[in-house]
C-alpha cells in the first residue's frame, strides 16, 4: 500500500503569505485539481501543515478521502512536513507533492511509487536541479530525516545524497514520458510566476 501526501505548510512568504493551494488556475483551485488528480492513487490522502481545517471541509465536501495532521517537530520546512507524513502514513511509501503544483498527474505519481519498489526514495531531477516535493519517498527515509531534524540539518533535497539510502533519481527524459517536464513540475512561488502560469493557459487554451 501507498499514500499520498499533499504539504500544506510554510508561510509563503514571497506569495505575501497567501494560501498558494487556494490560488485558481484555469478555473480551480490548486488544491482542488490536486484532489482531482491524486484521488485515485491512494485511499490515505495526507494533508500536512498549513490552516488545515480549511482545506480539510473543502476536501470532505469533495467526498475525497482525507487526513490532516500537523508537523511533529514544526518550524522545520519541508524535510518536517515529510517526516509528519511518513510517521502518520499507512502506506510505507508516500508520494509528497507541495500544495503549489497544478500540473502534477496520477500518472506521473503512479511511475515513481513503481520506481520505489527498488529505492528507499524517488526524486525528479531536471535542468533546475532536484524536485524533493515531487518525490517519493518510503519509511527507510525516518530514520535518517529525523538525524537531520535533530541536527537542523534541514535542506531536503540533501537526502538524497545520504549514505544510507536507496535514491532513484528520475531524469527529464523519464519524465517527459508523462507530458512536458517544466509543466509537470511547475510550482508557484511567487505572484510573478503564478502570472506567468495563468497568462500561458489562457494562451495556449489549457483546459483539466
Known amino acids: 500500500m501507498h499514500s499520498v501526501a499533499i504539504l500544506l505548510g510554510g508561510q509563503a512568504m ?13 478555473g480551480r483551485t490548486i488544491l482542488d485539481r490536486q484532489r482531482a488528480e491524486l484521488s485515485s ?8 501543515g498549513g490552516d488545515m481545517a480549511v482545506v480539510a471541509r473543502a476536501f470532505q465536501a ?24 511518513l510517521t502518520e ?22 511511475f515513481l511509487l513503481g520506481l520505489a519498489r527498488d529505492a528507499d526514495l524517488v526524486v525528479p531531477r531536471t535542468e533546475r536541479g532536484y524536485h524533493p516535493l515531487c518525490a517519493v519517498y518510503t519509511r527507510a527515509c525516518l530514520a535518517p530525516i529525523a538525524r537531520r531534524l535533530e541536527a537542523r540539518r534541514l535542506a531536503l533535497k540533501d537526502l538524497v545524497a545520504d549514505a544510507d539510502l536507496r535514491a532513484r533519481v528520475v531524469t527529464a527524459e523519464e519524465i517527459g514520458r508523462f507530458g512536458e517536464c517544466d509543466r509537470l513540475l511547475a510550482n ?12 500561458t493557459d489562457a494562451l495556449h487554451g489549457h483546459r483539466r
Open 89 to 110: 502514513a499507512r502506506g510505507d511509501a508516500v508520494f509528497v507533492v507541495a500544495c503549489d503544483m497544478p500540473y502534477v498527474t496520477a500518472a506521473l505519481g503512479a
Open 62 to 85: 469533495s467526498g475525497s478521502p482525507v487526513r490532516t495532521i500537523a508537523d511533529l517537530i514544526p518550524g522545520c520546512g519541508p524535510l518536517g512536513g515529510v517526516h509528519a507524513a
Open 14 to 26: 514571497r506569495f505575501g503569505g497567501r494560501d498558494k493551494s487556494a490560488l485558481v488556475v484555469d
Open 188 to 199: 508557484v512561488n511567487t505572484p510573478a510566476e503564478y502570472a506567468g502560469l495563468v497568462g
Open 41 to 48: 492513487l491512494s485511499g490515505d490522502i495526507l494533508l500536512v
